[in-house]
T-cell receptor, first 114, second 114 residues
Framework: NAGVMQNPRHLVRRRGQEARLRCSPM?????VYWYRQLPEEGLKFMVY????????ESGMPKERFSAEFPKEGPSILRIQQVVRGDSAAYFC????????????FGPGTRLTVL | QQQVKQSPQSLIVQKGGIPIINCAYE??????FPWYQQFPGKGPALLIA?????SEKKEGRFTISFNKSAKQFSLHIMDSQPGDSATYFC?????????????FGQGTILTVHP
């Protein structure tokens, strides 16, 4: 059973460009969570999605950031008009269904904004 | 009220020592407390987790102690090994409308000398 997959693993963007981060949950998992880790800090929750629904987006910045988890395909975290402060590691986690506690994390996408 | 405070920030022990990492929380709606281990360049991996109706849980060399009245919990690593050198994060899962979201502590960098 493959783990949570994220791509790309490393992404370099210039200020003002768009960044698209992809997350494929573990097989059978329908809940996806996105977290951001700034250098030498803990992980901060961004958004929690189920298939075709955003359940909790309380950690998402109000502008430039959006997330989706379509019926088919991976979950996408999209950052428009990136700024240097967006440079961080972005982790995706998945869990099987409501009531299942464990979240399994992917290897992360390290975004660098030049 | 959503914070989880973790200490110490860093910890150095000799092989065979018993490092202890502490976490404290305020939100009594938290209902699940996992510990994650993260190696450089990797995603966090679940180590051990506990629910608030249990005071202690042991898995191999890792033990969580939980004090519900004090709203504190800690990780003990018995017979620590150099391979345990990593960053450790405590976390708490919110109940109610924050169901699913993990709130992480700031992390503890553990170094185990041979």
């Amino acid at each position: 059973n493959a783990g949570v997959m994220q791509n790309p693993r490393h992404l370099v963007r210039r200020r003002g460009q768009e960044a698209r981060l992809r997350c494929s949950p573990m097989k059978g998992h329908s809940h996806v969570y996105w977290y951001r880790q700034l250098p030498e800090e803990g992980l901060k929750f961004m958004v929690y999605l189920q298939k075709e629904n955003i359940i909790d987006e309380s950690g998402m910045p109000k502008e430039r950031f959006s997330a989706e988890f379509p019926k088919e395909g991976p979950s996408i975290l999209r950052i428009q008009q990136v700024v240097r402060g967006d440079s961080a590691a972005y982790f995706c986690a998945s869990s099987p269904r409501t009531g299942e506690y464990e979240q399994f994390f992917g290897p992360g996408t390290r975004l660098t904004v030049l | 009220q959503q914070q989880v405070k973790q200490s110490p920030q860093s910890l150095i022990v000799q092989k065979g020592g018993i490092p202890i990492i502490n976490c404290a929380y305020e939100n009594t709606a938290f209902d699940y407390f996992p510990w994650y281990q993260q190696f450089p360049g990797k995603g966090p991996a679940l180590l051990i987790a506990i629910r608030p109706d249990v005071s202690e849980k042991k898995e191999g060399r890792f033990t969580i102690s939980f004090n519900k009245s004090a709203k504190q919990f800690s990780l003990h690593i018995m017979d620590s090994q150099p391979g345990d050198s990593a960053t450790y994060f405590c976390a708490a899962r919110g109940g109610g409308t924050s169901y699913g979201k993990l709130t992480f502590g700031q992390g503890t960098i553990l170094t185990v000398h041979p």
